[in-house]
């Protein structure tokens, strides 16, 4: 068997609660080889209700190496009828252009919960799970 043979890892990392009208970037953490992101969850610790007039968007990023980087490698929308249960994984959407989710080994990946509109919704917090394909 090759040295290069498919390997999936999972980066899982809690994150802060954010009150209404607050936002939260955080670290997630390096990519450990170069490679695709093949998923993305979020499990907060308790549910998170969307809704249309106050809502929050869940986003992760791809920073690169020197941490600036603005790449959008997932993003979620928490609008009405779009929930997250507690203690359960909802899937962040992976972006729909192939190079947004292409890591190379050592780039940065950030969570981002932002609130939208008025005081958007509070968020509960909890884990986020990247999935990381090696090419």
């Known amino acids: 068997m090759s040295m290069k043979a498919p390997l999936v890892t999972t980066i899982r990392v809690p994150v802060a609660a954010v009150i209404a009208a607050s936002d939260l970037t955080s670290p997630i953490g390096i ?3 170069a490679g695709t992101v093949t998923g993305v969850r979020y499990i907060p610790t308790s549910v998170l209700t969307g809704a ?3 809502s929050r968007t869940a986003n992760v ?3 690169g190496q020197a941490g600036a980087g603005t790449t959008v490698v997932a993003s979620k929308a928490f609008t009405a009828g779009v929930n997250a249960p507690a203690n359960d994984g909802t899937d962040i959407t992976l972006s729909g252009t192939g190079a947004n989710l ?3 080994q050592g780039d940065a990946l950030d969570w981002e919960s932002l609130h ?3 005081t958007g919704l509070a968020d509960p917090g909890g884990l ?3 999935d990381i394909t090696r090419s």
Do not use: S
Request: proline content about 6%; cysteine-free.
């Open 102 to 104: 292409v890591v190379a």
């Open 116 to 118: 939208v509109g008025g």
């Open 61 to 63: 990023y791809n920073r």
């Open 52 to 54: 249309d007039t106050n």
């Open 31 to 33: 990519a450990p080889f």
């Open 128 to 130: 986020v799970e990247v």
